[in-house]
């Protein structure tokens, strides 16, 4: 039923917590998983906005010609995108160590979130895509947005969401 599962995991609580149904499902169905990192692209951009040391605004005013300067986060473009990176790197290592016992395919990929797993389910005949979520409701959903609730609406194949267990 289920020959190739994808895992899109930016290494956050939710996605670890959805690490053991992804295993059970991947076990079940004896099949691949797709461990899926996607660098938010607009994310890196928005490293640029704020005050420089100077006063003078970077970014924001769309006036900066000079992209390599620093931004609010400290960091320059080049710099957010290593970060980014790297903790995709760590959140497919993670989540890789946690599978070992099931198939697994790594990617780290860029762009839109939401579009880049939806894409990347459809170039690799993915059957499932199994997805940690904080279960925002209300407000919070709607102003902090929901990659999840995007990949829900705009899939054409079945998607498992996974709520995060909560500590008690």
Request: positive net charge; glycine residues 8%; aromatic residues 4%.
């Amino acid at each position: 039923m289920y020959d190739n599962i994808l895992f899109p995991t930016d290494g956050s609580k939710p996605c670890e917590s959805a690490l053991s149904h992804v295993r059970e499902m991947a076990t079940a169905f004896d099949a691949t998983v797709h461990v899926l990192y996607v660098m938010p692209t607009h994310n890196i951009n928005s490293a640029m906005v704020g005050k420089r040391s100077s006063g003078k605004r970077s970014g924001m005013s769309g006036k900066e010609k000079n992209r390599e300067k620093k931004g609010m986060v400290g960091k320059t473009p080049k710099e957010s995108k290593e970060a980014f990176k790297s903790q995709g790197e760590r959140a497919i290592e993670r989540a890789v160590a946690e599978l070992s016992d099931v198939s697994t395919k790594e990617r780290i990929g860029s762009g839109v979130v939401y579009k880049e797993i939806l894409k990347y389910a459809d170039d690799n005949e993915i059957d499932l895509i199994l997805m940690g979520t904080n279960g925002r409701t209300g407000t919070d959903r709607y102003l902090l947005g929901s990659v999840t609730e995007k990949v829900v609406r705009t899939a054409e194949i079945p998607v498992t969401t996974i709520r995060r267990k909560k500590s008690t």
